[in-house]
């Protein structure tokens, strides 16, 4: 009965850290966009490729990191949590530029490739 406590009690501590992490990462994008329609500062601009409500991710996982341009709509993804999770114990939350996660990209591509969640997120996209 302790022991159900106890990592009741880690699993809430963890996604309160996650909801604030996702929380910094929307808030960082927001400010992004706004500094960069205030002023041109290549340092602080970001990327054409990321369009409004999407985010870069970096997989690493060894060598090879790949880039991804990742809807918003996945930061409610379970296995994507899970990957923020995991990039928040490994790398911590001040970080600047694309979001890095400890993943082999071709998993990273398996979970973006999830149909069901792509449906979800371009009826929400309409």
């Known amino acids: 009965m302790a022991k159900s406590r106890i990592n009741s009690g880690k699993k809430k501590n963890s996604i309160v850290k996650l909801k604030v992490a996702v929380e910094k990462l929307q808030w960082s994008l927001l400010l992004s966009r706004k500094s960069n329609s205030s002023f041109e500062d290549d340092s602080t601009s970001v990327p054409e490729d ?12 060894g060598d090879k990191p790949k ?25 911590g939350f001040d970080h600047e530029g694309a979001l890095t996660i400890p993943c082999l990209p071709s998993e990273l591509e398996k979970i973006l490739s999830d149909e069901q969640w792509q449906k979800k997120d371009s009826s929400s996209s309409s």
């Open 50 to 61: 990321v369009k409004e409500g999407h985010f870069a991710v970096i997989a690493v996982d």
């Open 67 to 91: 880039r991804f341009v990742v809807p918003l709509s996945y930061l409610a993804h379970p296995t994507f949590l899970k990957l923020l999770e995991q990039a928040a114990e490994e790398y």
